[in-house]
């Protein structure tokens, strides 16, 4: 179960990554950074977590996204509905994804 929720992660970061392209939000700056800083965390941390098997990377990727969904305000971009309504989705799911890993047991798959 923790391998499917790691590639949920994956796929989710993933897409805040390409977010600004797929919805055309690359000329808003804070918008753009955002979904990419965000978006790239996510991504990186959930690979690292498919080969590591810890926790810490679930936990980081739970703060990154909680960060994440306040970014419309801070980046002053909340006015954009297609960039905020995305991080604002997108990050909730992550952060649940991310507690829900942390909290799943961790499966040992070496040979006996």
Do not use: C
């Amino acid at each position: 179960m923790k391998n499917t929720l790691e590639w949920t992660n994956v796929i989710l970061g993933g897409w805040l990554f390409l977010a600004p392209w797929i919805f055309g939000f690359t000329g808003n700056a804070g918008a753009a950074w955002s979904a990419w800083i965000i978006g790239g965390i996510v991504l990186v941390l959930a690979i690292w977590a498919l080969y590591d098997k810890g926790v810490w990377e679930d936990w980081t990727n739970a703060v990154v996204a909680a960060i994440g969904f306040f970014t419309p305000w801070f980046a002053h971009y909340a006015s954009n509905a297609s960039a905020s309504w995305n991080m604002w989705i997108v990050s909730l799911i992550i952060f649940v994804v991310a507690l829900w890993a942390a909290y799943s047991p961790t499966t040992n798959k070496t040979a006996a």
